[in-house]
Structure formats: C-alpha cells, structure tokens
C-alpha cells in the first residue's frame, strides 16, 4: 500500500548544510524527486537513468545534476562504487556500522536520508535495539517496504523520525498513552535516568523542531512532577511512538498521568498525600475536646 503523506519539517530543510548551496530551482526539483522516490516500493531508491528522473520531475537535467554534485542526490547510472553505511548510536554510544546500500551496478539513485529513515522505523517496529542481543534483527537491512512514512530526508541530515507507531502497539504518535498500554524503552546503558533525559531525549527533542529551552523546560517539569524516572519513562514513550509533535504529546501526558495520581508534593518523593485524613486531623487539633473545653471555661470567666 502507498504512503499518503510523509512530515515536512521546516528546520531541516533550512538547516541542511548541502540544501543551502543549492539554488531555488533545485530546491524545487528535489520536492518533485522526494515524491517520486516516496513512492516506490524500495523506499528512497529511484532505480532509473538520471535522464529519465529529471523527465517524471518535469525539471531539466541540468537541476538534477547539480543535486548530486552537491551531495544531495546520490547515486550513479552505470556503477556505485561507494557503499552507505549507516552507524546507529544509542545513548554514547556507537553501534556497529551496516550497510544500507552497497556497490552494486547502475542506475541506482537514493536519498541517504530517506533509506537511513526506513531503516530505523522498520527496526523500531520490529521492537529491537542495537546491543540488546538480538544481533540479527539490528544488523540485518530491511526486507519488506514498511506502511508508514518515516520523517522526509532534505539532504545529509543525521536525525530520524517517523509518522509511525510499532505494529501491534496501542499507542498512537498523535496522543499519548494509556497507563500500561506500552514499555517503555530501557535506560540506556551506562546512563542514569536524569543523564538520559538531557544526553539522549533533549537532542531527540531538538532535533524534530522543539527548541532546545522548551525541550529542557518540559523534561524539568516532568522531573518535578514524575521524578527522574518517570520523566524518562514519558520521555521514551515519546521517542518510542515517534509523535508527531513531540512537545505537544510530552505535555498532554504529562498532564493526564497527573492527573490519574493521588496529590502529592512535586519533586518530594514523598508517598502521596491523603487530603481528607490531614483535613480531620487540623479540624482535631483545632476544635478538639480540650481546645473547646478550653474556650468554653475562658467564657465563663469572662
């Protein structure tokens, strides 16, 4: 089934080092080629002549080429020599380095961007990590076209994103979860919860548009009402579901998870409190037997 749409986000496109040395006609045909390469089952690989990419853009050839002499567009019509290997990382952590498009004979062209993209949204969807033993799953390319579109890839990006949730998952990227519905991902190792809330979650948050104050300002408020491993639970639930808008989805459930706990002072560690019993207490203390007894002489007196 084809993908109806995939995330634009301003940032990259503005951002991206080998867009900016571009002209607008090339910008623009790099929209027309997006598309066509959203749309083929072999996700971001366009296996056509470079004659006939710039004929389906409706762009002259000239645009094309000045797409892949500036790094943006990558490929060969005749033989690939270099391979694209992709390093995941996890925490501070580099994974082993694999291949997601090797030297293989022409034409070939592809958006880095959008293969490295497909890889790690199928990955995530299949519930692995890199180094978490399942050696097979993290190292092996994906075989099967996913359903959902990741992040678009503008040029030589590093971050990933994508408009998906893991299949089987109850879990939506445009709301955040039930209780339980979810694991949430494991800490990273060698981090503790509030180091992985600001080396691994606030660059994540940055890099899907959130500015860097508001990221920390929200995983703060998180800290103070969940404290640090709550915080980092919600954290990765986000980056888990892949939201959409992640500050929006941090912020709403932050809120509805607030709101299913008893009242208690934020950041306390203390166990929650029990409104009523203190209320009956202070009522004691004030207008116990003996204050009343107490008064009532007083009057008498008087």
Known sequence: MKRPSFQFYPGDWTGN??????????????????????????YGVLRWPMKEIAQAAGCPGALVKGLVAKGVLKGDDKVLDEPFVYTPRSGRKDGEPITLVTPQDGPIWYSSRMVKDEYVRTIRGEGSRFGDGNDAASKAAPKQPSKSSPKPPF???SSSSSSSSPSGSSVGPNGPPDAGASKPEALPEGLTPS??????????????GVRDSSARSLLGGARKQLGDQGAWELASECMRVEALEPAAWLSKALNERIARQPSRRPGSGLPPVNAAAENAEAKRLL???GARAQHQQEVIDV
């Open 17 to 42: 080092s080998n867009l900016r040395r571009c002209t607008h006609a090339e910008k623009g045909a790099w929209l027309d080629i997006m598309c066509l390469m959203h749309d083929q089952e072999e």
């Open 155 to 157: 040029g030589d990006g």
């Open 195 to 208: 180091e992985a809330l600001f080396q691994v979650a606030v660059p994540w948050f940055v890099a899907r």
């Open 287 to 289: 207008f116990g037997a």
